[in-house]
Nanobody, 124 residues
């Protein structure tokens, strides 16, 4: 069983930055595709970014492209989401997810393990 723990959420003014971290348990982190999703109450979970097991391939939702950066440190079993130029519409609970199979996907159903989420609130 893989456990994911997110941290780094909080309250920030529009235009500010935050860095989310997601640390995983288990010895096979380096084989997982990792993703970040977000969800507002009453809305579907939305893809934000994903990174391949090697870190060589990254994908972003159009809404965050150019503002967010996903990265990973396999030695620390941690994936990061650097968020800059934050907007009020970025407000959501952010979830880290891990996929044990190959390929990078934007659908939440393709991911096998999820963290508990961390709240990000951007004030206008």
């Amino acid at each position: 069983q893989v456990q994911l723990v997110e941290s780094g959420g909080g309250l920030v003014q529009a235009g500010g930055s935050l860095r989310l971290s997601c640390t995983t348990s288990g010895r096979t982190f380096s084989s997982y595709t990792m993703g970040w999703f977000r969800q507002d109450p009453g809305k579907e979970r939305e893809f934000v970014a994903a990174i391949s097991w090697s870190g060589g391939h990254t994908y972003y939702a159009d809404s965050v492209k150019g503002r967010f950066t996903i990265s990973r440190d396999n030695a620390k079993s941690t994936v990061y989401l650097q968020m800059t130029q934050l907007k009020p519409e970025d407000t959501a609970v952010y979830y880290c997810a891990a996929r044990s199979g190959s390929g990078v996907y934007t659908l939440p159903t393709k991911y096998d393990y999820w963290g508990q989420g961390t709240q990000v609130t951007v004030l206008s």
